[in-house]
């Protein structure tokens, strides 16, 4: 079972910067397709981001373009997820997921992913 660790939440104000990252020890990590997702309670969990095995191809939520920015570094197996311009809304729990094909559009579907982090918050507020 491959094991996803979360990090990088926090409290920021409107206008501020995040950068979450999402860490495995797993030596296949360069092999699966990485999704970004964020729950609120008492909501469904929304896909904000996904990636290809090799980075190249990427995809964002319409909530989310042009503010955050998904990339991967297999080498150190890690995806990042840079956020920029954080809103109020964007306040969440955020977790990576891991898949093995690439869904194109789909990968937004939180329904395909197998493997999951423990998620981390991320707080906008003045």
């Known amino acids: 079972q491959l094991q996803l660790v979360e990090s990088g939440g926090g409290l920021v104000h409107p206008g501020g910067s995040l950068r979450l990252s999402c860490a495995t020890s797993?030596?296949?990590?360069?092999?699966?397709?990485i999704g970004w997702f964020r729950q609120v309670p008492g909501k469904w969990r929304e896909g904000v981001s996904g990636?290809?095995?090799?980075?190249?191809?990427?995809v964002y939520s319409d909530s989310v373009k042009g503010r955050f920015t998904i990339s991967r570094d297999n080498t150190k197996k890690t995806v990042y997820l840079q956020m920029d311009s954080l809103k109020p809304e964007d306040t969440a729990v955020y977790y990576c997921a891991t898949e093995t094909i690439w869904r194109g559009p789909m990968a937004l579907d939180p329904s395909g992913y197998k493997n999951w982090g423990q998620g981390t918050q991320v707080t906008v507020s003045s």
């Open positions: 990636i290809n095995f090799g980075g190249g191809s990427a």
């Open positions: 797993e030596d296949t990590f360069h092999l699966y397709s």
